[in-house]
């Protein structure tokens, strides 16, 4: 059986680990926000579609503070 988990930020304390952790956070960020704005336009991105309902007009870029670090994320307009 395994002890409680380790707390977030004593993850952060391990080194490499951290890495691993803030890339996971922002590729599930990214893909959360790829999801939805794919939903609410009808359409991928650059994607021709008759139900677009909307249009993508590329990026901006963002960072975002976690318990886990700074995060660069590239958010959708």
Not at 11 to 38: P, W
Not at 50 to 77: C, F, H, M, Q, S
């Amino acid at each position: 059986m395994t002890h409680a988990p380790i707390a977030l930020t004593e993850l952060a304390e391990k080194g490499a680990d951290v890495d691993v952790l803030r890339q996971m956070v922002q590729f599930m960020a990214q893909r959360l926000m790829e999801l939805d704005v794919e939903g609410r336009c009808g359409a991928g991105y650059d994607e021709k579609s008759a139900a677009r309902l909307n249009r993508r007009n590329g990026y901006r870029d963002r960072t975002w503070d976690t318990r886990a670090g700074t995060v660069e994320l590239k958010i959708p307009k």
